[in-house]
T-cell receptor, first 117, second 114 residues
Framework: AQKITQTQPGMFVQEKEAVTLDCTYDTSDPSYGLFWYKQPSSGEMIFLIYQGSYDQQNATEGRYSLNFQKARKSANLVISASQLGDSAMYFCAMREGFEGNFNKFYFGSGTKLNVKP | DAGITQSPRHKVTETGTPVTLRCHQTENHRYMYWYRQDPGHGLRLIHYSYGVKDTDKGEVSDGYSVSRSKTEDFLLTLESATSSQTSVYFC?????????????FGPGTRLLVL
């Protein structure tokens, strides 16, 4: 079974509108971390936001928020007030295991977001 | 900026030739990783290292070997390159001990095997 599933290969959003990128994960480990990365056309991987499995509140970083629904095993990324510069590939990832030890990361296949002017 | 550089940034090679990619970090991180990125697959782990001379295989390790003789350098070698190894290769570090323990990536190496 896939550890991380991103079901939206591509999405369009109008500039200044909000958009939600979906991510579901699969783990039986009680301790894990969930991450979102942005990859613009230039190719670098940029860390956006993190949610720990024990965190009670949804993570927020500026215009990015992570809608964490633990029972549903979903970790959707919400981008508010989309900007043209948000057009990029977005990857959801999971770190399985306790912090402080070596842990593998699992990545989804990505969602390509296009922001329309 | 996690102080990660990769070299070369671009390489074209022929099938059957050996290729070595280098990842260099300046912040003394213990854990280093090599991934490959292909369309529709996200990033897949090739090999990782948890210290000098300590390495292990990831999910797509066939055809690849690694070495880490110094903390700052993690080398990925394609012993005999094949066209299926055409990909973008990313090195990453993980700052164990920090709360988030995210992974920080190098700029990537584009490899084309003809």
């Amino acid at each position: 079974a896939q550890k991380i599933t991103q079901t939206q290969p591509g999405m369009f959003v109008q500039e200044k509108e909000a958009v939600t990128l979906d991510c579901t994960y699969d783990t039986s480990d009680p301790s894990y971390g969930l991450f979102w990365y942005k990859q613009p056309s230039s190719g670098e991987m940029i860390f956006l936001i993190y949610q720990g499995s024990y965190d009670q509140q949804n993570a927020t970083e500026g215009r990015y928020s992570l809608n964490f629904q633990k029972a549903r095993k979903s970790a959707n990324l919400v981008i508010s007030a989309s900007q043209l510069g948000d057009s990029a590939m977005y990857f959801c990832a999971m770190r399985e295991g306790f912090e402080g030890n070596f842990n593998k990361f699992y990545f989804g296949s990505g969602t390509k977001l296009n922001v329309k002017p | 900026d996690a102080g990660i550089t990769q070299s070369p940034r671009h390489k074209v090679t022929e099938t059957g030739t050996p290729v070595t990619l280098r990842c260099h970090q300046t912040e003394n991180h213990r854990y280093m990783y090599w991934y490959r990125q292909d369309p529709g697959h996200g990033l897949r782990l090739i090999h990782y290292s948890y210290g000098v001379k300590d390495t292990d295989k990831g999910e797509v390790s066939d055809g690849y070997s690694v070495s880490r003789s110094k903390t700052e350098d993690f080398l990925l070698t394609l012993e005999s390159a094949t066209s299926s190894q055409t990909s973008v290769y990313f090195c990453a570090i993980s700052p164990i001990g920090e709360r988030e323990e995210t992974q920080y990536f190098g700029p990537g190496t584009r490899l084309l095997v003809l």
